[in-house]
């Protein structure tokens, strides 16, 4: 389902590369499909079309971090983490669930398995 939620996308941000709704889409299909190197130069892009916008800057922290946390590489979650206890302390509303991120949803959001496991993760406030 993501390919072609990605491919619409896409196509999309050719006729209108400053939609930042598409760019979030195709952020959020490339995350889902693993595609690291698709999302982050869909980050760049999008960073470009929120710019003096903090709550749209930290929508594409959140989207980082869950892509590292994807990932399950170590560096990766490890680059997660300082991410995720910044987002735990700020105002927006998250792309993804549309409420800021808390604890509880780190809990349970399968994006976030690869860092329960994790010593660094570990920490009151986010288990």
Not at 88 to 111: G, K
Request: net charge positive; hydrophobic share 35%.
């Amino acid at each position: 389902m993501s390919k072609p939620v990605r491919n619409a996308a896409k196509a999309g941000l050719e006729k209108q590369p400053d939609n930042s709704g598409l760019v979030l889409c195709a952020i959020k299909a490339a995350t889902v499909l693993g595609e690291r190197d698709s999302v982050s130069r869909l980050l760049e892009q999008k960073s470009g079309t929120i710019r003096g916008d903090h709550r749209r800057q930290l929508d594409s922290e959140e989207l980082c971090a869950r892509m590292l946390a994807r990932s399950g590489a170590k560096a990766e979650v490890q680059e997660a983490i300082p991410l995720l206890d910044h987002l735990l302390h700020a105002p927006y509303d998250s792309p993804w669930t549309h409420v800021p991120l808390m604890p509880a949803l780190l809990r349970l959001a399968p994006d976030f398995d690869s860092l329960r496991g994790d010593p660094c993760f570990q920490k009151p406030g986010r288990q």
